[in-house]
């Protein structure tokens, strides 16, 4: 960062405006840029359908964009027959009038048209050129605040911003030929999170393959040709009955699939958490896994997870605790085991589906009955040496993803509002 665009952005955060710059309804930003009206730069795409037949029914969320509705949360029954959906097709632009002030606003990059609730309003650029600059400019943080600005209601949960209002913003913006060379910069920071990501991936696939391989035995690791033994769960481990009746512990664990058991961070009553007294929570001690009988169909895999906090806490009755029973019994090895698709297909072939479509739940007594593949001690402790390199290798790539994306973020506050003209970063190149 050179001295001047240092000493602009003190500027900036001090509140003042630096020389060659301007007050605009989205902050400070260059003389030159003037306010446009969205009026000139978008245009209503609305096209009606009812053939789900012809068209793949669609939703919108921040995370992923214009994405499949999920079996999950498909909701087409519940449509009246009058109601229509609107049809979204490439390069078009749509989103909730309710949570445009989230920033759920999106680009359908897909080469098939699809659909989307009526509720939706679907839009599409003027300038071609215009779509890579709008995929950052109209989800920025600056026109989120801008979106909650100007949104309307009498209940903040439902406030919205209506289409014809989006129509009427005038905002200060770039000509069109820097908005080009603005994506341009931001697109290449795009494919590099593009390519770590599919990176990413690829490492995740090759450690599901090792883990078919390894935990089932069909590729052995050199050095190791040993028999392996075949065992129920019961037989190996015993499920925590230990009540926190004394409350004697008041640490709290959740348990997730993405981050495994934590402690909540909320602060709770001495005898009360999540509305249930805690005597009634099941000790964890470190070293026990923990999962929910009760699971979804479409993430099978519990999560079982195991207490590596190096905390005794305790859990909802909801969970069943478990803890393995023989020092010779790699922990680290049961932790993968109960990753891997051998937990899967027991589970999918032990599940009792109920009423709810999207949940199934396994009784106690399936659950310990479940068959371990067990190799010897040494050969446990090297299948899972091998996964925890993988998973090593996933998190820093992990965590190089998210330093891009930061990049990102900071690239957009720059060059969005002209803090960093493209001249400027182009030299710098």
């Known amino acids: 960062m050179t001295p001047e665009i240092k000493t602009r952005i003190e500027q900036i955060h001090r509140g003042e405006v630096p020389e060659g710059y301007k007050k605009g309804k989205l902050g400070i930003v260059p003389d030159e840029w003037e306010n446009i009206a969205f009026s000139t730069l978008f245009t209503s795409t609305s096209d009606y359908t009812d053939d789900l037949e012809k068209y793949p029914l669609y939703s919108l969320t921040i995370e992923d964009g214009i994405t499949p509705k999920t079996k999950r949360y498909e909701r087409s029954h519940l449509v009246k027959k009058e109601d229509s959906y609107k049809i979204v097709k490439p390069n078009d632009y749509a989103y909730n009038p309710m949570n445009l002030r989230f920033g759920a606003v999106a680009r359908h990059k897909g080469n098939i048209s699809v659909v989307v609730s009526g509720y939706y309003d679907i839009f599409t650029t003027v300038h071609k050129s215009d779509l890579p600059f709008m995929d950052s400019f109209l989800t920025c ?53 593009e390519l770590k990501g599919n990176l990413l991936a ?34 190996i481990s015993e499920k925590q009955k230990k009540k926190n009746l004394c409350f004697q512990y008041s640490l709290v664990f959740s348990n997730s699939a993405q981050h495994g058991i934590i ?91 109920g009423a709810r479509h999207d949940r199934i739940s396994i009784s106690d007594e399936d659950f310990f009955a479940m068959p371990i593949n067990l190799p010897p001690n040494e050969e446990q402790a090297a299948i899972a040496e091998v996964l925890s390199t993988a998973d090593c290798e996933i998190d820093l790539l992990r965590q190089s993803i998210e330093q891009e994306k930061q990049k990102k973020k900071a690239l957009m506050q720059l060059l969005l509002t002209g803090i960093v003209r493209v001249n400027t970063w182009m030299k710098k190149r």
């Not at 089932?216 to 065992?231: A, C, Q, S, V």
């Not at 929570?281 to 590596?308: H, K, L, M, Q």
Request: glycine content about 6%; some cysteine.
């Open 141 to 193: 943080g600056m026109m989120v605040t801008y979106y909650n600005r100007i949104s309307t209601g009498s209940l903040v949960e439902k406030q919205r911003v209506h289409f014809s209002q989006f129509l009427d913003f005038a905002l200060p913006l770039p000509p069109l030929t820097e908005r080009a060379k603005i994506a341009t910069i931001l697109t290449t920071q795009d494919r590099v999170i």
């Open 202 to 235: 690829e490492k995740q696939r090759q450690k599901k393959y090792l883990m078919q391989q390894l935990l089932t035995g069909k590729k052995r690791l050199p050095g190791f040709n040993e028999e392996w033994e075949i065992k129920p769960l019961k037989h």
């Open 263 to 353: 402690l909540q961070d909320q602060e709770f009553d001495k005898e009360i958490a999540n509305g249930e007294r805690i005597d009634r929570y099941y000790i964890v001690v470190p070293g026990a896994f923990v999962y929910n009988p009760r699971i979804s169909v479409t993430a099978p895999c519990g999560p079982i997870n195991v207490n590596d906090t190096g905390e005794i806490g305790i859990m909802s009755p909801l969970y069943t605790v478990f803890i393995i029973l023989f020092s010779d019994i790699n922990q680290d090895y049961m932790k993968y085991y109960f990753q891997s698709s051998c937990w899967h297909k027991y589970v999918k072939g032990v599940a009792n589906y």
